[in-house]
């Protein structure tokens, strides 16, 4: 039986914030010896949260509190955001994150809906979490990058066009975050599930919260 009290979920929750900071730090003293920042760690640690256990609150709010990692990494390791107001970081840090979240989680429920009729439940949902992860990290990429880019044009700034800043990163960022978190985000989220004992779907504590609350 899966616990689901209040306290389990905050303590939950408070351990994702704390694992997501971690891996965020663990990006930066691996960045020390690369040409630019990564964040291959802590978006694999995030992405493997948001669809842990088949929630829309798990999902956002593991992408929200990575944006919320991101703006409290400013103050330790400023990146080119703290050139900004302080006021502008939430905008720039955490929002983009919110709806990467919304959009990653949604289109895992719609790729859940398109493979229904799939019988490997594992292959189904690699698949499932695979795409959504994609496009996810695309949400991430762009709004990211274009709030980026529009607080600069606003504050007078040199800038970019979108197009120009992805392909300075493409190969050297983008590319290996990208096959990182696609690649291993499904399988290390089937294997917490199954340790978890929520289920090949994550959705056991469903079926817990009916029996205890029958209609």
Request: with cysteine; proline share 4%.
């Amino acid at each position: 039986m899966v616990n689901n009290s209040k306290a389990f979920k905050l303590a939950k929750y408070a351990v994702m914030f704390a694992t997501i900071f971690v891996a965020m730090m663990l990006d930066r003293v691996i960045s020390l010896g690369l040409p630019t920042a990564t964040a291959a760690c802590v978006l694999l640690v995030t992405f493997s949260f948001c669809y842990l256990d088949d929630s829309w609150l798990t999902g956002v709010l593991s992408c929200t509190l990575f944006g919320l990692a991101s703006f409290f990494k400013e103050f330790i390791f400023p990146s080119s955001v703290a050139g900004f107001p302080v006021y502008y970081w939430p905008i720039i840090t955490v929002l983009p994150r919110i709806a990467m979240g919304a959009v990653a989680f949604g289109v895992y429920r719609l790729m859940l809906l398109a493979t229904a009729k799939m019988r490997n439940k594992y292959t189904r949902q690699t698949i499932c979490i695979t795409v959504a992860t994609f496009f996810g990290l695309v949400t991430n990429t762009v709004l990211f990058l274009s709030t980026l880019n529009l607080f600069n044009q606003l504050a007078g700034k040199e800038y970019n066009s979108l197009v120009v800043v992805i392909k300075g990163v493409l190969l050297t960022n983008i590319l290996p975050e990208y096959l990182i978190s696609m690649i291993l985000a499904p399988h290390i989220v089937l294997g917490v599930r199954r340790g978890l004992k929520l289920g090949l779907e994550g959705n056991n504590w469903k079926h817990d919260e009916s029996e205890k609350n029958p209609a």
